[in-house]
């Protein structure tokens, strides 16, 4: 009888830890997403106020990786679109704003990149006879001293798949990065084929 109490007490012990992690993730989740958004609040509260918006109000937030994605999203919802700069509404430049966001989880770089370069698109042939395929954009970035990730000099990062008929701002299920410094010798391709059978297959 003491032996179960003692297994039931370790039990209770765990659920309770379980519990605590769990519950402090959420709250460290909310809490990115909280302040994600504060970067477009200005534009969010010039809507939600009645207030008209013109090109030269969005453009700052669509010009920066860090809002570009949300800036899309925030004028998709609202049909205003056309206001969206027409440089920016391309897949590469989505591509580009998705994986940055990306980046910056904790579980990542903690943060937006440096510095960062869009290096090609790569097309992947699924299903083996050449007649489908999709794209990813491959992009170099990297990060300046005091963060952690300086001594790497240039990673590689992928953002995609991208489908046939799809738009460029289409969310990207397979965004990621090994944080592979470019001078390992891994080529873009190389990285493209490994993102997509470990981490778009697996999803």
């Known amino acids: 009888m003491t032996?179960?109490?003692?297994?039931?007490?370790?039990?209770?012990?765990?659920?309770?830890?379980?519990?605590?992690?769990?519950?402090?993730?959420?709250?460290?989740?909310r809490q990115f997403v909280y302040k994600k958004m504060q970067r477009i609040a200005k534009l969010v509260e010039q809507l939600e106020n009645g207030r008209e918006l013109d090109s030269h109000d969005v453009l700052p937030f669509?010009?920066?990786?860090?809002?570009?994605?949300?800036?899309?999203?925030?004028?998709?919802?609202?049909?205003?679109?056309?206001?969206f700069p027409q440089n920016l509404y391309t897949?590469?430049?989505?591509?580009?704003?998705?994986?940055?966001?990306w980046l910056e989880f904790p579980t990542e770089l903690?943060?937006?990149?440096?510095?960062?370069?869009?290096?090609?698109?790569?097309?992947?042939?699924?299903?083996?006879?050449?007649?489908?395929?999709?794209?990813?954009e491959v992009f170099r970035f990297r990060m300046r001293p005091p963060h952690w990730a300086a001594d790497k000099d240039w990673m590689l990062g992928v953002a995609g798949p991208y489908f046939p008929g799809g738009e460029p701002y289409d969310h990207p299920p397979a965004t990621f990065s090994r944080l592979t410094q470019q001078e390992d010798g891994v080529s873009p391709e190389e990285e493209v084929r490994w993102v997509h059978a470990h981490i778009y297959a697996r999803s």
Request: aromatic letters at 10%; zero cysteines.
């Open 62 to 83: 669509a010009a920066n990786p860090a809002t570009r994605v949300m800036t899309f999203a925030l004028l998709h919802n609202f049909d205003l679109k056309y206001l």
């Open 3 to 29: 032996i179960i109490l003692i297994i039931l007490a370790i039990l209770a012990v765990i659920a309770g830890l379980l519990g605590f992690i769990y519950f402090r993730r959420l709250r460290q989740r």
């Open 110 to 136: 903690d943060a937006f990149p440096d510095e960062m370069e869009h290096l090609q698109t790569q097309s992947i042939d699924v299903d083996g006879h050449g007649q489908q395929f999709v794209q990813y």
């Open 91 to 101: 897949q590469a430049k989505a591509a580009e704003s998705h994986l940055a966001n």
